[in-house]
Structure formats: C-alpha cells, structure tokens
C-alpha cells in the first residue's frame, strides 16, 4: 500500500512541476522590437552575444503554448499565446478565480535595438540592457538594474529598482515614495547632467521608486 502511494505521489508531483519550454530565433535588420507580455509572471530581458533574437517561453502546465513573432510597420512585434487552466472554488459563498498555470519568458536581443514592452501584472527584469528600453505595465516589480541607455517606465502601482550612474533623471509618483540614494522624495524628484543626453524618466500613480546613483 505504501508503494502504491508512492509511486502515485511521485507520477503526480512529476506532472505537476514538469515544465514545458518553448524557444524561437530571429535574425531581423528591423531596430524597433515590441513585446507583449500579458498572461506572463515573469519576464528577463537580457543582450543577446549573436544576432538572433531569441525568446525562451517556460510555462508550468502541458497546455498549448506559442510565440508569436511578426514583422510589419518597420517593427518586430513578439506575443505569447498561453492557454490558461481556470478553476472556480466557492468561498464564504464567493467565487474566486484561479489561474493554476504559471508562465516566464527570457528574451535576448542584440544590441542597439530598441525595446517596448507593454504588460499587465507580473515582474519585469533587465539585466544592464543596452538599448533604448521603454516599459507600459499596469501593476509589478520592475528591475532595471543598471541603466545602459534611454529608459522609460510608465505604470499604475508597484516597485520600481535602478541604478542610474551619470543619467539624467526625472521621476514621479502621485502617491507613492520616491528614494534616490537612501534620501525620501515626496511626488517629483530630477537630476540634469551636462554631459549626457541620455534619461531615466519613471512615472507612476503608486508606484514606489528606488533609485541608485553611485
């Protein structure tokens, strides 16, 4: 009975943490790239060492999952079709809806490409990207890490992590905190430097701001 048990546990734990991955390449002259990120949990953007683009889709269910590239307008446009497992359990006579699937996605893009993302509720990260980077999101963590280029972040609420060493800076946050080397700002906070042309610019609702400039 023991090693019926067992043996259930393992096939069900082996189901239930199995991740599928799901990778597509791009060679593209286009500079432009734009990323939708709805139905992720997470999202990586690093510099790639060819010139491929590449996107890395993990997902935590066997459902179909897909990337979608297309070239037009002059752009790369990169989108993630993700079938969703959805159940409803009644609470203090209350449905509350879960979504049972977990999904992350890495993408590596050559320098000198600029970047868009437009998402929704999930955590982005930057490793030190090199190329204008632009971030839509409605509500996450997003770490930019260290500032390479021209950045702008709009979004409604969440946190917001950066090092922005001679950039000039223009933040601002209705609601929310603003923290640039451990020193509080309420709303607004800007920063000029003469010899560079390249800005940091966040705008939030609620979001709270921590910025670095050592």
Request: proline share 0%.
């Amino acid at each position: 009975m023991k090693s019926s048990l067992f043996l259930f546990f393992l096939c069900f734990s082996t189901h239930f943490f199995s991740q599928k991955k799901v990778e597509k390449d791009l060679e593209t002259s286009q500079k432009e790239i734009e990323i939708s990120t709805v139905g992720l949990d997470d999202f990586v953007i690093e510099n790639s060492n060819s010139k491929f683009v590449e996107v890395i889709l993990f997902a935590e269910n066997m459902h179909e999952q897909e990337i979608i590239i297309s070239e037009e307008n002059n752009r790369v446009s990169i989108q993630f079709q993700l079938d969703s497992l959805i159940i409803e359990e009644t609470v203090f006579r209350k449905f509350i809806t879960k979504r049972l699937q977990r999904a992350y996605a890495i993408v590596k893009i050559p320098k000198g490409k600029n970047l868009t993302i437009y998402g929704e509720n999930h955590s982005i990260e930057s490793k030190n990207f090199w190329g204008d980077l632009t971030i839509y999101i409605e509500k996450g963590i997003v770490k930019l890490n260290t500032i390479q280029s021209n950045t702008v972040v709009k979004m409604y609420a969440g946190t917001i992590y950066a090092t922005a060493k001679n950039k000039n800076i223009t933040l601002h946050s209705n609601i929310g905190n603003i923290t640039v080397d451990n020193v509080m700002y309420q709303k607004d906070f800007q920063k000029k430097i003469s010899d560079t042309s390249q800005l940091l610019s966040i705008n939030t609702i609620k979001g709270i701001i921590f910025i670095s400039t050592q």
